[in-house]
Protein backbone atom coordinates (compact mmCIF):
# COMPACT_ATOMS: atom_id res chain seq x y z
CA UNK A 1 0.00 0.00 0.00
CA UNK A 2 2.66 2.20 0.34
CA UNK A 3 2.65 3.14 -3.42
CA UNK A 4 -1.07 4.75 -2.98
CA UNK A 5 1.63 7.54 -1.82
CA UNK A 6 1.26 9.05 -5.28
CA UNK A 7 2.09 12.63 -4.42
CA UNK A 8 4.79 11.62 -1.96
CA UNK A 9 7.50 14.10 -3.05
CA UNK A 10 10.85 14.15 -0.53
CA UNK A 11 13.16 11.51 0.94
CA UNK A 12 11.54 8.23 1.59
CA UNK A 13 14.43 6.62 3.89
CA UNK A 14 13.74 3.16 4.55
CA UNK A 15 17.87 2.78 5.25
CA UNK A 16 19.94 0.52 7.47
CA UNK A 17 16.94 -1.75 8.43
CA UNK A 18 16.61 -5.54 8.13
CA UNK A 19 13.80 -5.34 5.65
CA UNK A 20 14.27 -8.47 2.75
CA UNK A 21 12.70 -10.04 0.10
CA UNK A 22 11.65 -8.29 -3.11
CA UNK A 23 10.98 -4.28 -3.12
CA UNK A 24 7.76 -4.41 -4.02
CA UNK A 25 7.01 -2.77 -7.53
CA UNK A 26 3.79 -0.74 -6.50
CA UNK A 27 6.43 1.75 -5.40
CA UNK A 28 7.14 2.79 -8.56
CA UNK A 29 3.45 4.36 -8.55
CA UNK A 30 4.95 7.43 -6.14
CA UNK A 31 5.37 9.25 -9.47
CA UNK A 32 5.67 12.62 -7.55
CA UNK A 33 9.11 11.56 -5.90
CA UNK A 34 11.89 13.82 -6.50
CA UNK A 35 14.42 13.43 -4.56
CA UNK A 36 15.29 10.53 -2.04
CA UNK A 37 14.94 7.23 -2.84
CA UNK A 38 16.54 5.34 0.16
CA UNK A 39 16.30 1.46 0.81
CA UNK A 40 19.64 1.16 0.57
CA UNK A 41 21.63 -1.01 3.80
CA UNK A 42 18.48 -3.85 3.58
CA UNK A 43 18.30 -7.46 2.55
CA UNK A 44 16.21 -6.85 -0.42
CA UNK A 45 16.79 -9.67 -2.89
CA UNK A 46 15.51 -10.44 -6.17
CA UNK A 47 14.82 -8.56 -9.18
CA UNK A 48 14.84 -4.70 -9.23
CA UNK A 49 11.13 -3.53 -9.96
CA UNK A 50 10.89 -2.37 -13.86
CA UNK A 51 8.46 0.43 -12.54
CA UNK A 52 11.00 2.39 -10.75
CA UNK A 53 11.18 4.23 -13.85
CA UNK A 54 7.92 5.93 -13.67
CA UNK A 55 9.33 8.56 -11.40
CA UNK A 56 9.71 10.33 -14.21
CA UNK A 57 10.42 13.51 -12.44
CA UNK A 58 13.31 11.94 -9.85
CA UNK A 59 16.12 14.62 -9.42
CA UNK A 60 18.77 13.63 -6.83
CA UNK A 61 19.87 10.47 -4.60
CA UNK A 62 18.10 7.57 -5.84
CA UNK A 63 20.49 5.17 -3.45
CA UNK A 64 19.52 1.06 -3.44
CA UNK A 65 23.19 0.05 -2.77
CA UNK A 66 24.27 -2.55 -0.43
CA UNK A 67 21.43 -5.16 -0.86
CA UNK A 68 21.28 -8.44 -2.36
CA UNK A 69 19.09 -7.51 -5.91
CA UNK A 70 20.09 -9.75 -9.07
CA UNK A 71 19.47 -10.56 -12.53
CA UNK A 72 19.21 -7.69 -15.20
CA UNK A 73 19.51 -3.83 -14.08
CA UNK A 74 16.26 -2.56 -16.13
CA UNK A 75 16.60 -0.53 -18.81
CA UNK A 76 12.82 1.72 -17.27
CA UNK A 77 15.46 3.56 -15.24
CA UNK A 78 16.44 5.40 -18.17
CA UNK A 79 13.33 6.71 -18.31
CA UNK A 80 14.78 9.41 -15.19
CA UNK A 81 16.64 11.59 -17.51
CA UNK A 82 16.51 14.19 -14.64
CA UNK A 83 18.82 12.54 -12.34
CA UNK A 84 21.30 15.15 -11.22
CA UNK A 85 23.35 13.51 -8.22
CA UNK A 86 24.03 10.09 -6.72
CA UNK A 87 22.90 7.51 -9.00
CA UNK A 88 24.29 4.64 -6.42
CA UNK A 89 23.64 0.87 -7.23
CA UNK A 90 26.82 -0.42 -6.40
CA UNK A 91 27.19 -3.65 -3.87
CA UNK A 92 24.41 -5.78 -5.44
CA UNK A 93 24.40 -8.78 -7.83
CA UNK A 94 23.24 -7.53 -10.77
CA UNK A 95 24.39 -9.30 -14.13
CA UNK A 96 24.45 -8.87 -17.71
CA UNK A 97 25.38 -6.08 -19.72
CA UNK A 98 24.72 -2.59 -18.83
CA UNK A 99 21.71 -0.85 -20.11
CA UNK A 100 22.71 1.78 -23.05
CA UNK A 101 19.56 3.71 -21.74
CA UNK A 102 21.20 4.96 -18.58
CA UNK A 103 22.55 6.99 -20.99
CA UNK A 104 19.51 9.18 -21.05
CA UNK A 105 20.33 10.70 -17.83
CA UNK A 106 22.15 13.67 -19.59
CA UNK A 107 21.69 15.85 -16.30
CA UNK A 108 23.55 14.05 -14.26
CA UNK A 109 26.83 15.81 -12.93
CA UNK A 110 27.89 14.33 -9.88
CA UNK A 111 27.83 10.79 -8.41
CA UNK A 112 27.37 7.17 -10.46
CA UNK A 113 28.48 4.27 -9.32
CA UNK A 114 27.71 0.74 -10.73
CA UNK A 115 30.45 -1.02 -9.54
CA UNK A 116 30.88 -4.41 -6.99
CA UNK A 117 28.31 -5.99 -9.00
CA UNK A 118 28.66 -8.92 -11.61
CA UNK A 119 27.86 -7.00 -14.77
CA UNK A 120 30.10 -8.33 -18.09
CA UNK A 121 30.61 -7.24 -21.47
CA UNK A 122 31.77 -3.50 -22.91
CA UNK A 123 30.09 -0.37 -21.51
CA UNK A 124 28.07 1.51 -23.75
CA UNK A 125 29.12 4.09 -25.62
CA UNK A 126 26.00 6.74 -24.23
CA UNK A 127 27.13 5.46 -20.67
CA UNK A 128 30.58 6.22 -21.43
CA UNK A 129 29.42 9.70 -22.81
CA UNK A 130 28.36 10.99 -19.52
CA UNK A 131 31.61 10.27 -17.70
CA UNK A 132 33.39 13.31 -18.76
CA UNK A 133 30.24 15.55 -17.27
CA UNK A 134 30.05 13.79 -13.80
CA UNK A 135 32.29 14.06 -10.82
CA UNK A 136 32.73 10.74 -8.88
CA UNK A 137 32.21 8.10 -11.07
CA UNK A 138 32.99 3.75 -10.87
CA UNK A 139 31.53 1.85 -13.33
CA UNK A 140 34.57 -0.84 -13.16
CA UNK A 141 36.03 -1.76 -9.78
CA UNK A 142 35.03 -5.37 -8.97
CA UNK A 143 33.13 -6.58 -11.54
CA UNK A 144 33.24 -8.38 -14.79
CA UNK A 145 33.10 -5.41 -17.62
CA UNK A 146 35.41 -6.12 -20.65
CA UNK A 147 35.01 -10.12 -20.20
CA UNK A 148 32.26 -11.28 -22.07
CA UNK A 149 28.78 -11.96 -20.74
CA UNK A 150 28.22 -15.72 -20.93
CA UNK A 151 25.57 -17.13 -23.38
CA UNK A 152 22.41 -18.59 -22.27
CA UNK A 153 22.10 -21.96 -22.24
CA UNK A 154 19.81 -23.18 -25.22
CA UNK A 155 16.82 -25.59 -24.65
CA UNK A 156 17.50 -28.41 -26.92
CA UNK A 157 14.88 -29.29 -29.72
CA UNK A 158 13.36 -32.54 -30.27
CA UNK A 159 12.95 -33.72 -33.93
CA UNK A 160 9.03 -34.77 -34.14
CA UNK A 161 8.21 -37.95 -34.04
CA UNK A 162 7.23 -39.30 -37.85
CA UNK A 163 4.88 -41.75 -36.30
CA UNK A 164 2.39 -41.79 -32.70
CA UNK A 165 3.68 -44.26 -30.40
CA UNK A 166 1.01 -46.78 -30.31
CA UNK A 167 -0.56 -48.21 -26.93
CA UNK A 168 0.00 -51.53 -26.11
CA UNK A 169 -3.39 -53.70 -26.42
CA UNK A 170 -3.92 -56.64 -23.66
CA UNK A 171 -5.25 -60.27 -25.23
CA UNK A 172 -9.26 -60.50 -23.99
CA UNK A 173 -9.65 -63.28 -21.69
CA UNK A 174 -10.81 -66.22 -23.30
CA UNK A 175 -12.71 -67.54 -19.83
CA UNK A 176 -13.52 -66.19 -16.75
CA UNK A 177 -11.30 -67.16 -13.70
CA UNK A 178 -12.98 -69.40 -11.38
CA UNK A 179 -11.91 -69.03 -8.08
CA UNK A 180 -10.28 -72.54 -6.64
CA UNK A 181 -13.10 -74.39 -4.10
CA UNK A 182 -12.23 -75.99 -0.73
CA UNK A 183 -13.63 -79.17 0.57
CA UNK A 184 -15.84 -79.00 3.43
CA UNK A 185 -13.81 -79.61 6.59
CA UNK A 186 -15.10 -82.90 8.33
CA UNK A 187 -13.84 -81.62 12.24
CA UNK A 188 -14.98 -77.98 13.99
CA UNK A 189 -12.32 -75.58 13.56
CA UNK A 190 -10.71 -75.61 17.49
CA UNK A 191 -10.78 -72.57 19.15
CA UNK A 192 -6.87 -71.00 19.63
CA UNK A 193 -6.02 -70.89 23.65
CA UNK A 194 -4.06 -67.85 24.15
CA UNK A 195 -0.65 -67.92 26.34
CA UNK A 196 0.13 -65.84 28.94
CA UNK A 197 2.45 -63.18 28.23
CA UNK A 198 5.31 -62.80 30.44
CA UNK A 199 6.18 -59.50 31.34
CA UNK A 200 9.88 -58.52 31.81
CA UNK A 201 11.24 -57.82 35.55
CA UNK A 202 13.69 -55.29 35.81
CA UNK A 203 16.29 -55.62 38.39
CA UNK A 204 17.01 -52.71 40.75
CA UNK A 205 20.28 -50.99 40.14
CA UNK A 206 23.15 -51.79 42.47
CA UNK A 207 24.11 -48.09 42.79
CA UNK A 208 22.77 -44.81 41.62
CA UNK A 209 24.10 -43.47 38.65
CA UNK A 210 27.16 -40.70 39.45
CA UNK A 211 26.38 -37.44 37.64
CA UNK A 212 29.84 -36.22 35.86
CA UNK A 213 31.69 -34.08 37.30
CA UNK A 214 33.53 -30.91 35.26
CA UNK A 215 36.65 -30.40 35.73
CA UNK A 216 37.19 -26.60 36.27
CA UNK A 217 38.38 -24.71 33.74
CA UNK A 218 42.14 -23.38 33.73
CA UNK A 219 41.83 -20.72 31.54
CA UNK A 220 40.76 -16.98 32.29
CA UNK A 221 37.37 -15.67 30.82
CA UNK A 222 38.04 -13.61 28.14
CA UNK A 223 37.14 -9.77 28.68
CA UNK A 224 34.66 -7.80 26.15
CA UNK A 225 36.43 -6.20 23.43
CA UNK A 226 36.06 -2.61 23.02
CA UNK A 227 35.64 -2.72 18.92
CA UNK A 228 32.46 -1.35 17.99
CA UNK A 229 29.65 -2.99 15.89
CA UNK A 230 28.35 -0.26 14.23
CA UNK A 231 28.78 0.39 10.81
CA UNK A 232 28.42 3.46 9.23
CA UNK A 233 28.12 4.48 5.81
CA UNK A 234 29.26 7.39 3.33
CA UNK A 235 26.87 10.41 4.15
CA UNK A 236 26.74 9.82 7.57
CA UNK A 237 29.16 9.76 10.54
CA UNK A 238 29.12 8.15 14.30
CA UNK A 239 27.55 10.15 16.94
CA UNK A 240 28.52 7.75 20.01
CA UNK A 241 26.68 4.53 19.17
CA UNK A 242 24.58 5.62 16.33
CA UNK A 243 25.49 6.75 12.75
CA UNK A 244 23.42 10.01 12.04
CA UNK A 245 23.04 11.43 8.36
CA UNK A 246 25.19 14.48 7.46
CA UNK A 247 23.47 17.67 7.23
CA UNK A 248 22.92 19.74 4.10
CA UNK A 249 25.71 21.43 3.22
CA UNK A 250 28.08 18.99 4.63
CA UNK A 251 29.12 15.23 3.58
CA UNK A 252 31.10 12.39 4.69
CA UNK A 253 32.78 9.69 2.04
CA UNK A 254 34.22 7.06 4.87
CA UNK A 255 32.64 3.96 5.33
CA UNK A 256 35.63 2.16 6.91
CA UNK A 257 36.81 2.08 10.40
CA UNK A 258 37.64 4.33 11.80
CA UNK A 259 34.45 6.07 11.27
CA UNK A 260 34.64 10.00 10.98
CA UNK A 261 32.88 11.51 13.92
CA UNK A 262 31.33 14.62 12.20
CA UNK A 263 31.20 15.51 8.64
CA UNK A 264 33.17 18.30 6.88
CA UNK A 265 31.48 21.66 5.53
CA UNK A 266 31.51 21.57 1.77
CA UNK A 267 34.54 23.20 0.33
CA UNK A 268 34.51 26.54 -1.10
CA UNK A 269 33.02 27.01 -4.25
CA UNK A 270 30.99 23.60 -3.93
CA UNK A 271 27.33 22.95 -1.89
CA UNK A 272 24.74 19.96 -1.56
CA UNK A 273 21.16 19.89 -1.01
CA UNK A 274 20.60 16.77 -0.12
CA UNK A 275 20.67 14.98 3.26
CA UNK A 276 23.27 11.79 3.60
CA UNK A 277 25.34 13.26 0.49
CA UNK A 278 28.94 11.63 0.18
CA UNK A 279 29.83 14.08 -2.36
CA UNK A 280 29.81 17.61 -3.26
CA UNK A 281 28.63 20.12 -6.41
CA UNK A 282 30.69 22.33 -8.31
CA UNK A 283 28.99 25.75 -8.12
CA UNK A 284 28.63 27.48 -11.80
CA UNK A 285 30.93 29.30 -13.49
CA UNK A 286 31.45 32.70 -11.73
CA UNK A 287 29.03 31.52 -8.61
CA UNK A 288 30.06 31.47 -5.44
CA UNK A 289 28.56 29.27 -2.57
CA UNK A 290 26.80 29.96 0.99
CA UNK A 291 28.91 29.92 4.01
CA UNK A 292 26.69 27.20 5.26
CA UNK A 293 27.53 25.30 1.65
CA UNK A 294 23.46 24.33 1.13
CA UNK A 295 23.44 26.69 -2.23
Given at each position: ?30 TGLTSGFLPYSNHFSGSLPSQLGLMT ?107 PTPLPTLPPSLSPTLLPTL ?113
Open positions: QLGLMTSFANFFNIYRNSFSGSLPSQLGLMVFTTSFRIQANSFSGSLPSQLGSMTGVASNFYIQSNRFSGSLPSQLGLMTSLISGFYTNSNWFCGVVPSEVSALSSQVSFWDITTDTNIGTPCPDPTPVPILPPSLSPPSSSPTPTPTPLPTSLPTLSPSASPTPLPTLAPSYMPTPLPTSIPTVRCESGTYLDGTVCSECTIGQYSSFNTPPFATSCSLCPSGKYNTAAGSTVCTNCAAGKLSSDDRTF
